[in-house]
């Protein structure tokens, strides 16, 4: 039965089973949401609102809101840092289009420690990897089947989200294979979120779903803790996750083969830019342009970006893609990310603030780029190319091509790519971390594995 084999995969997980690869990509992925946590406290469009909604409703003081230090229930907790930690969507994704792993991991797996008290690096890790590849191989069993050739209705990263919540937070509290296995029927009560707030023009919801996926696994975890028993076949019954989410049967063999000991959570895109990751291969495409010699962006009379199915979503409607209403809408644009590669030759957290949406250049340039589409491009199970070709006043014309963006897993950041970019999250917020515990941060999740209680981390990136 693939639920029970699955539940007792994450119940029974340990570390010396673990390649290294997935261990050093559970490390990288901790403490690349932490800082996208932090930054997200400033940056985060939505991130305040939910900050004092779940301060507001005060509760037992079991687990740190990051940075800001309150004490609030678990649930609560798991459901502020994971809000927080896909707000900026800088956050790493998993090979392929179902998306992002670890926003519905870590904020968790934290919460659950933070509650137990005491927990070593060890178990958070095995934790990390035991959610993690939950998450991975529920995503593959989606790309695997090749019949699922229509745009997704729901949100899978989100729905996806909620199981490696439950599998990181019931390995962190130590229950058993059969609470895990009904902690997994709870959670399939829960998992919801549809693309409509991808595909809308005026959603923030896009900024905050990890939310709901962390405060939907913990509460299922500490249900099953307690005694409530759901043992359902999750991902293979009448009803099962994806029969009734994805319109597939079944799961088919993705889910258990080779389970312990191939681990697809080893390859995972860290991100450069802080957009969704459609978008990359355009604005690294547009960023080569932009760096060629002589480059004149003000020459421009027309761009031009070719898409597929997947792109398409990410420039309709055009005239609000252009002009987009708020961050979540501008991350998912290529007209927008593209002007900002061309105009500003980066692109950064803040140029999806208030004042970068509204920079005046940029909206200009998002007026001469169209998008033309070829079916060819894409599938829904591959990461589609991206293709710019700029046409200028003279008649000359630029065109630039990358098939797979710096980040992707064949492409990879480094372990000091990914601590360059903790420390730039870092700097970019408000937040007055000290220097001296941002650096005993990265040293100690560079040797979590030692560390007798994972709260020490938290304790370096709170402010007290």
Request: charged letters at 20%.
């Amino acid at each position: 039965m693939i639920t029970k084999s699955l539940s007792e995969f994450v119940a029974n997980l340990d570390l010396d089973e673990v390649s290294a690869a997935a261990i050093l990509t559970a490390k990288k992925s901790i403490i690349d949401t932490l800082g996208n946590i932090v930054a997200a406290s400033h940056f985060g469009e939505g991130s305040d609102a939910i900050v004092r909604y779940v301060t507001d409703m005060g509760g037992i003081k079991e687990a740190r809101i990051i940075p800001f230090g309150q004490r609030v229930p678990a649930t609560n907790a798991a459901f502020a840092n994971g809000a927080l930690a896909h707000a900026l969507d800088f956050d790493d994704v998993m090979e392929g289009p179902p998306g992002h792993v670890a926003l519905g991991v870590i904020p968790s797996a934290l919460a659950a420690a933070e509650r137990t008290g005491a927990v070593s690096g060890r178990r958070f890790l095995t934790a990390v990897v035991a959610g993690s590849e939950v998450v991975c191989r529920l995503g593959e069993a989606l790309i695997s089947n090749k019949e699922n050739a229509s745009l997704p209705l729901f949100l899978v990263p989100q729905v996806l989200g909620y199981f490696g919540a439950t599998a990181a937070a019931g390995h962190v509290l130590a229950l058993d294979s059969e609470k895990l296995w009904s902690a997994f029927g709870l959670t399939l009560m829960q998992a919801a979120g549809t693309m409509e707030t991808i595909y809308g023009s005026s959603s923030v919801g896009k900024n905050i779903y990890g939310g709901f996926a962390n405060q939907g696994g913990m509460q299922s975890v500490l249900l099953a803790e307690m005694g409530v028993m759901e043992k359902d076949a999750v991902f293979e019954g009448q009803a099962n996750l994806f029969a009734t989410h994805f319109s597939e049967a079944k799961a088919g063999n993705t889910l258990l083969e080779n389970l312990g000991t191939r681990f697809l959570s080893e390859k995972r895109w860290f991100k450069v830019w802080p957009s969704s990751s459609t978008t990359h291969p355009f604005v690294e495409a547009a960023l080569n342009i932009a760096a060629k010699e002589g480059f004149d962006p003000n020459a421009i009379e027309r761009v031009v970006v070719h898409v597929g199915r997947w792109g398409k979503a990410f420039c309709e409607p055009l005239d609000e893609r252009r002009k987009p209403r708020n961050s979540a809408i501008a991350k998912n644009s290529i007209p927008f990310v593209v002007a900002k590669a061309i105009v500003n030759g980066d692109l950064k957290v803040e140029d999806f603030t208030e004042i970068g949406l509204n920079q005046p250049e940029i909206l200009r340039m998002t007026e001469k780029i169209d998008y033309e589409f070829n079916a060819d491009l894409d599938s829904l199970g591959e990461d589609p190319p991206g293709i710019v070709d700029i046409f200028t006043q003279n008649g000359d014309s630029i065109s630039a091509r990358v098939d797979i963006p710096l980040g992707h897993p064949s492409r990879p950041l480094t372990w000091d790519g990914i601590v360059r970019k903790y420390k730039d999250l870092i700097a970019a917020s408000t937040v007055p971390l000290e220097p001296k515990k941002i650096q005993r941060s990265i040293d100690l999740i560079d040797t979590l594995e030692d560390l007798n209680d994972v709260s020490e981390i938290v304790d370096c990136v709170v402010v007290e």
